[in-house]
Nanobody
C-alpha cells in the first residue's frame, strides 16, 4: 500500500543541522511532487518546502529560505530535507506528503493526499 515514512528527527542545539528523510512506497515517486510540512504544539500544520516531480522546481516558506534545502532521489524513492542553522522556532513534528499534482509544487495542504506519520525535531539549548 502507499506509504511515506519520515526519519532523521532528533534534538539539536540552536545553529545545528539535521537531515530528514522520507522513504516512499506503493506509488511511482517520479510522477508526483512531494512536500514537507511541520506542526508545532498548539499551532496549525504549515508548509515548509516542496519539490516537483523531476526536482526542477522547489519552493520554501519564507521562515526557512536560505537554511533548508529539499532534494529527491527518485531512483531510491527518497526525498530529503536538509535543515541548517536551526532555531528554536523550528521545533515541530515534520511530515512529508504526496501531492495530488505532478507539475510544479505548492505548499498548500489541500494539494496533498497522503501523509507520513511524522518525525519530531526539537531545537533547544
Amino acid at each position: 500500500q502507499l506509504q511515506l515514512v519520515e526519519s532523521g528527527g532528533g534534538s539539536v542545539q540552536p545553529g545545528g543541522s539535521l537531515r530528514l528523510s522520507c522513504a516512499v512506497s506503493g506509488f511511482t515517486l517520479n510522477y508526483y511532487a512531494i512536500g514537507w510540512f511541520r506542526q508545532a504544539p498548539g499551532k496549525e500544520r504549515e508548509g515548509v518546502s516542496c519539490i516537483s516531480d523531476g526536482g526542477g522546481i522547489t519552493n520554501y516558506a519564507d521562515s526557512v529560505k536560505g537554511r533548508f534545502t529539499i532534494s529527491r532521489d527518485n531512483a531510491k524513492k527518497m526525498v530529503y530535507l536538509q535543515m541548517n542553522s536551526l532555531k528554536p522556532e523550528d521545533t515541530a513534528v515534520y511530515y512529508c506528503a504526496k501531492s495530488i499534482r505532478r507539475v510544479g509544487c505548492t505548499t498548500a495542504l489541500s494539494s496533498y493526499n497522503y501523509w507520513g506519520q511524522g518525525t519530531q525535531v526539537t531545537v533547544s539549548s
